[in-house]
């Protein structure tokens, strides 16, 4: 018998889970971490943080299961994406790690846009230059922090620490690397001119890698740390969205992966890399090798319905608060939802867009409320799916369902008659550490390709096909769609109101 790792480095928390070669998840076991706010809009994180998790997490899985580590053949890593970990040349960390929800450099995204034309930058990177992407934080690094700067040597992802620690190697996975918008999405590797544009040394990025590829081995030092055997394999794994996509089967064209989670990501796998033309998504490559794919990510989700449950019915159960909407009609009697209750990223990337809703009269009850948000989010989400379908992609076949939002069957409804697609939920619930696994077991030859490897592990438990209220929910979607153009001038006066 045989086993494999994947390492999830999130934002909260390091996630272990140990795979048989068949599938099947053995063990899991995460230690979670915080971040700090040193000011408003900023979020650090320090690297050591991570490796303590991953130390830990890796040592419980292991005893958990009984497993001896030299049955482990390979090791995968995915984790949170666009964090600025930089190093010196001795590979010390000079700085905590600047995240990938950190908003302080505005100025540095417009200072890229100048040195690289807008729609340049984008054709090359498939992505405008936004806050939460590497290559501004190195720009602030350079801006405000010269004496940091100057002693820097390399760049690295959150998980590219991880993997430094435990192979004393410097490297990324392609999906990571485009994260960064430092990357030629075309060639699938980092892009010589946005680099010399930026002023930045290329000797600090390191080499990139497919997410099946053997990057490098345990060190006996990193052994003795996770109890790991010295000398297996590390593949290049995937950043959380690519290696999730993974992990749930989304790999081919035509099936998509939705995350219904506190933030809602629309993750379509493409064979050639699509762009849109003014960056609303999130062109990347994919861990898939020789594969790209389109995300739109909504901020406010399933975190939406909680917060609406959280201040207006606190205490109560979800599925108590959802029943009473199955008994409202589509459209919730003119009663619409906007889901920008922390800004927004796709369609609108709008930090000052709000929530709201519109429509409201004396009829309305708490019924008609919690269906026009989920409604809301509804129409928000196939926001993405348009702009996916103008941007160039090829007919949806069917969408891939996970997170807390998609285990209402109300929801999961809603869903599929606005977008007009079927819903499937998988077996699958590990998400990106299960991805990570896959893709080591893949990199060490168990499976043939990814596709065979999904195939054989991740299997439909159920569908919703769209019924009847999609021809409604096509009336009202441009309703919805109008809401933003009309209120974005009340969004920035609000913004400048209250400072």
Known sequence: MIYFVGIDTSTTATKALLMHADGQVVAVASLEYSYDTPRPLWTEQHPDLWWQATVASVRQVLAQAGVDAVKVKGVGLTGQMHGLVLLDAAGKVLRPAILWNDQRTGAECDQIRARLEKSRFIQI??????????????????????????????????????????TDR??????????????????????????????????WLPPTFEGTAVTGQITPQAAEATGLRAGTPVVGGGGDQAAG????????????????????????????????????????????????????????AAGSLRWYRDTLSPGMDFEALLSPAADVSPGSEGLLFLPYLTGERTPHPDPLARGAFVGLTVRHSRAHLTRALLEGVAFGLRDSFELMQAAGLAGIRQVRVTGGG????????????????????????????????????????????????CTATVRLTGSTAPGPASAAYRDIYPLYRDLYPALQPSFNAIARVTG
């Open 125 to 166: 990177t498939g992505n405008d230059a936004l806050t939460g992407f590497t290559a501004p934080k190195i720009l602030w690094v350079k801006n405000h922090e010269p004496e940091i700067f100057a002693r820097a040597r390399q760049v690295l992802l959150p998980k590219e620490y991880v993997r430094f620690k435990l």
């Open 406 to 453: 998609a285990r209402s069957p109300l929801w999961r409804q809603i869903l599929a008659d606005v977008l007009g697609a079927e819903l499937v939920t998988v077996n699958t619930t590990e998400g990106a550490a299960y991805g990570a696994a896959l893709l080591a077991a893949t990199g060490a030859g168990v499976y043939l390709d990814v596709e065979s490897a």
């Open 170 to 203: 410097y490297a990324t996975d392609k999906a990571g690397g485009a994260g960064t918008v430092l990357f030629d999405l075309r060639r699938r590797d980092w892009s010589s001119k946005v680099v010399a544009a930026l002023g930045i040394d290329p000797a």
């Open 245 to 300: 996509a993974v992990g749930t089967g989304a790999v081919v064209e035509g099936v998509v992966s939705l995350s219904l989670g506190t933030s809602g990501v629309v993750f379509a796998t493409t064979d050639q890399p699509i762009v849109e033309p003014e960056g609303r998504l999130h062109a990347f490559c994919h861990a898939v090798p020789d594969k790209w794919h389109l995300m739109g990510v909504m901020l406010s």
